[in-house]
């Protein structure tokens, strides 16, 4: 009688005979086989899949957000344009390319590691800090070109619009800086601010974000707006408020979200600029988000004065 195999046995046999080829003559079924160990964080020692793309070691998503020192990115514009590096020296520096968060249609973004940037700046110019940004302000001519017809600070690029907005800060009575780093894609801080020695003697540090588009109909989302949120308020910075700043308007998502936390978030939209273009600073759409009193205890109402002004209608 013929003997057949059956599908499960023919499966065994077919494995049996493969690994026999593969593993050579000297086989022994009955002989432990040694498991090839996990890769492990070269930071905390733990398991781990992710690898950083330029260092090419293993490093956990953790150690990548604890150590920025030594783990966190800056862009190509950026290295190039505060820290003074030419393309030819930064082609010396590993890199790795991410989509582009803000503009999805726009170019893969060139990320290198900030530490190595740094020491590269330093062997150069003998020093590692960032290139003082010095901001240049607007002429009273080229605010009024775009006071008779706001529409044109879309044909602003994305660095202009952060100039134009320090500017009218600068305006405001605020000191303000311009970052020199990047935070990843959860949002970035493009200013700093903080009040003028000669206007006021109390610090505070203002967080802000200036958010530019071509398009007339498009808006900062809720998504951009809690990014920057989570950004100004995450790892301990010391900032009091964040501001957002964009020249069409927020979605009406985002202005809920900004709403819900007010306390510490403004959003400022074209309206606004409207009003800091003709250098009107007090009205009282400032104080937007300023209750009009507030009660510290109960039957206990603090009232807040502020100027009498008509907020014009949107």
């Known amino acids: 009688m013929c003997k057949t195999t059956s599908g499960r046995q023919f499966k065994r046999l077919n494995w ?5 080829r593969h593993v050579g003559v000297g086989y022994d079924a009955g002989m432990p086989q040694v498991a090839k160990p996990k890769p492990t ?22 150690c990548q957000r604890g150590h920025p020192d030594k783990y966190g990115y800056i862009t190509k514009t950026r290295a190039r344009g505060e820290y003074r590096l030419r393309e030819s020296d930064l082609a010396r520096l590993g890199s790795y390319e991410v989509d582009n968060p803000h503009y999805k249609k726009a170019a893969p973004m060139q990320l290198y590691l900030h530490q190595q940037v740094r020491k590269l700046s330093r062997e150069k110019y003998g020093k590692d800090e960032p290139y003082i940004v010095s901001i240049i302000p607007f002429s009273e001519h ?3 070109w775009f006071a008779d017809d706001p529409d044109r600070i879309r044909a602003m690029s994305p660095r202009s619009f952060q100039r134009f907005v320090a500017d009218r800060l600068d305006a405001m009575g605020l000191e303000v800086q311009m970052v020199g780093d990047v935070y990843r894609k959860d949002g970035g801080l493009d200013l700093i601010a903080y009040p003028k020695r000669d206007r006021c003697q109390f610090p505070f540090l203002l967080a802000v974000q200036a958010k ?31 501001l957002i700043v964009t020249n069409t308007s927020f979605t009406p998502d985002a202005q809920w979200f900004a709403d819900n936390n007010r306390a510490i978030l ?21 104080w937007r988000e300023i209750p009009e009193a507030i009660e510290v205890a109960p039957g206990v109402r603090i009232f807040i004065p502020r100027k009498s002004v ?4 949107r």
């Open 16 to 20: 049996s005979q493969s690994r026999d």
């Open 41 to 62: 964080c070269a930071e905390c020692g733990r398991v781990t899949i992710r690898v950083n793309p330029i260092l090419d070691i293993p490093l956990c998503a953790h």
């Open 142 to 144: 080229q605010l009024k």
């Open 212 to 242: 530019h588009h071509h398009l007339r109909h498009a808006s900062t989302t809720v998504s951009e707006v809690r990014d920057f949120h989570g950004a100004f308020t995450s790892r301990g910075l010391p900032f009091g408020t964040g």
């Open 266 to 286: 403004r959003l400022r939209d074209l309206e606004d600029l409207k009003r800091w273009l003709r250098n009107d600073f007090e009205n009282e759409s400032e």
């Open 310 to 313: 008509i907020i014009p209608k």
